[in-house]
T-cell receptor, first 115, second 111 residues
């Protein structure tokens, strides 16, 4: 598609439950990025992919967070055993089309609320 | 890693006036400097960007200037309109193409 699609828009989980978020990048884009936006607008980089390969995972809390980008499937970000501090808006972005690898286009986000 | 500072944190201007937001960064290897606009409940929208080999870029009412020596770049919005009200972020790219976001500037355009 022409836009980055993210599902669901909202997700509510009890502490300790699993959460799974999905992202469909813009068609033809080879890079996918996940960012977390918490209160006061702070953005944190989590992980990036080049096609189905992890490109940079330096921002991932590895104990509970995992992510995948498999061929012919939406990318996913999964949080095992959610904690209160995981409450945030999670954005997916893609890049790598004709505009080059730098220009990242963001989806509308998934708001995760952990109760 | 990259350290990014953005000023001011809030900016109120009268409709028709200009607005300027400044961003400083620490990584001299950064070579791509975008500005994003985020409206309430939406994802960041790329509004303008500049590469390290250029000093200024303009797109209608929006411009970005880059000073690589001083490690700062600025967003300029002229003839502001109420629909320019939003949160603006600078986000220089760090090694690995990841964006490092500033803290954001809330711009309010009063009509």
């Amino acid at each position: 598609g022409e836009e980055v699609a993210q599902t669901p828009k909202h997700l509510v989980r009890g502490e300790g439950q699993k959460a799974k978020l999905y992202c469909a990048p813009i068609k033809g884009h080879s890079y996918v990025f996940w960012y977390q936006q918490v209160l006061k607008n702070e953005f944190k980089f989590l992980i990036s992919f080049q096609n189905e390969n992890v490109f940079d995972e330096t921002g991932m809390p590895k104990e509970r967070f995992s992510a995948k980008c498999l061929p012919n499937s939406p990318c996913s970000l999964e949080i095992q055993a959610t904690k209160l501090e995981d409450s945030a808006v999670y954005f997916c972005a893609s890049s790598g089309g004709v505009a080059g690898p730098f220009e990242q286009f963001f989806g509308p986000g998934t708001r995760l609320t952990v109760l | 890693g990259e350290n990014v500072e953005q000023h001011p944190s809030t900016l109120s201007v009268q409709e028709g006036d200009s607005a300027v937001i400044k961003c400083t960064y620490s990584d001299s290897a950064s070579n791509y400097f975008p500005w994003y606009k985020q409206e309430l409940g939406k994802g960041p929208q790329l509004i303008i960007d500049i590469r390290s080999n250029v000093g200024e870029k303009k797109d209608q009412r929006i411009a970005v200037t880059l000073n690589k020596t001083a490690k700062h770049f600025s967003l300029h919005i002229t003839e502001t309109q109420p629909e320019d009200s939003a949160v603006y972020f600078c986000a220089p790219v760090e090694y690995g193409n990841k964006l490092v976001f500033g803290a954001g500037t809330i711009l309010r355009v009063k009509s």
